[in-house]
Nanobody, 117 residues
Framework: QVQLAESGGGLVQPGGSLRLSCAASGNTSSIPYIDWFRRTATHQHEREWVAQITARGTTFYADTVQGRFTISRNDLQNTVTLQMNNLKPDDTGVYYC?????????WGQGTQVTVSS
């Protein structure tokens, strides 16, 4: 069993930055990767994949955030961070961290990000 909890969302102006955190607890040594997804106005029915970091630290990004977002991990604190720079109004949404272990899916409760002037 793994529990995930997001934090760090908020209101920011276009061009601004936010740092989201995903805190993992439970059987964290079994986590193969952490994904960030988001639900936005253009992806209301299906969450949009944003980025991934594997247990080895390999990272992947969606084209829409490449060059603006950076995903990283701190294994001592069991956290994964999503640094978001040059935010745009289209980035507004609820951000979730998630993982899958042995066909079981784990999601956090989500954190709201609002990009608006």
């Amino acid at each position: 069993q793994v529990q995930l909890a997001e934090s760090g969302g908020g209101l920011v102006q276009p061009g601004g930055s936010l740092r989201l955190s995903c805190a993992a607890s439970g059987n964290t040594s079994s986590i193969p990767y952490i994904d960030w997804f988001r639900r936005t106005a253009t992806h209301q029915h299906e969450r949009e994949w944003v980025a991934q970091i594997t247990a080895r630290g390999t990272t992947f990004y969606a084209d829409t955030v490449q060059g603006r977002f950076t995903i990283s991990r701190n294994d001592l604190q069991n956290t994964v961070t999503l640094q978001m720079n040059n935010l745009k109004p289209d980035d507004t949404g609820v951000y979730y961290c998630t993982t899958s272990i042995s066909h079981s899916h784990y999601w956090g409760q989500g954190t709201q990000v609002t990009v608006s002037s």
